[in-house]
């Protein structure tokens, strides 16, 4: 049975800064394309940022709208994503997805962790 669990989602006043992390068990970690996905009230499940499976050199990708304010990382000995947001803005509240992806016909959710971002 596969667990992926997201954590640090917390009220943040703007300008603040959170990290997120997201712990698997139960998937073949090394191999998956790992990512954070976000939904907004009344919107669409986005990208935000992506990793490539485990390798040497990984490469990430991000949405316009967070480039150069957040970060994804991967510590494959932990099994866990990291995603290290600064400079937060009101638009950045939604709730925060881990997605674990290996083809369009294997793939797995976690449950998502909320961040908000008000003074």
């Known amino acids: 049975q596969f667990q992926i669990v997201e954590s640090g989602g917390d009220l943040v006043k703007p300008g603040g800064s959170l990290r997120l992390s997201c712990a698997t068990s139960?998937?073949?970690?090394?191999?998956?394309?790992m990512g954070w996905y976000r939904q907004a009230p009344g919107k669409q499940r986005e990208l935000v940022a992506a990793i490539t499976p485990a390798r040497t050199t990984n490469y990430a990708e991000y949405a316009e709208s967070v480039k150069g304010r957040f970060t994804i990382s991967r510590d494959n000995a932990k099994n866990t994503i990291y995603l290290q947001m600064n400079s937060l803005n009101p638009e950045d509240t939604a709730v925060y997805f881990c997605?674990?992806?290996?083809?369009?016909?294997?793939?797995?959710w976690g449950q998502g962790t909320q961040v908000t971002v008000s003074s």
């Open positions: 139960g998937i073949a970690f090394r191999f998956a394309a």
């Open positions: 997605n674990a992806y290996y083809n369009t016909d294997n793939e797995y």
